[in-house]
């Protein structure tokens, strides 16, 4: 059974960093890794795409958060896949819960297209 742990949210005052990071384990085939992503839902608002990274390694990022988050992506031992999200120069609008996910069956920015989702990881932004 596939599994996605987030980790790494908190609480940060506007222009501090954060690293979130996604663990993934309990998968038998590598194919759900063709891609890993990242969302956010802030309160009251529908989820939406933050940043995407293909197998080869190839990240695309939604317009608002380009040039300062970046995902990244390692596999430890082969058997945990590892993703990760560098958010810097943070803003009070990017407080929401932030979720990975992987294997994608479409296009990156809608969650619709995406299999297996972790459970989330706050990140509050003050002002």
């Known amino acids: 059974q596939v599994q996605l742990v987030e980790s790494g949210g908190g609480s940060v005052q506007a222009g501090g960093s954060l690293r979130l990071s996604c663990a993934v384990s309990?998968?038998?085939?590598?194919?759900?890794?063709?891609?890993a992503g990242w969302f956010r839902q802030a309160a009251g608002k529908e989820r939406q795409e933050v940043a995407a990274?293909?197998?080869?390694?190839?990240?695309?990022?939604?317009d608002s958060v380009k040039g300062r988050f970046t995902i990244s992506q390692s596999v430890f031992n082969n058997s945990l896949y590892l993703v990760y999200l560098q958010m810097d120069s943070l803003k009070p609008e990017d407080t929401a819960m932030y979720y990975c996910?992987?294997?994608?069956?479409?296009?990156?920015?809608?969650?619709?297209?995406?299999?297996?989702w972790g459970q989330g990881t706050q990140v509050t932004v003050s002002s």
């Open positions: 309990g998968y038998t085939n590598r194919r759900i890794f063709n891609f």
């Open positions: 996910a992987t294997d994608l069956r479409g296009t990156w920015r809608t969650k619709e297209h995406w299999s297996y």
């Open positions: 990274m293909s197998a080869a390694g190839t990240p695309q990022y939604a």
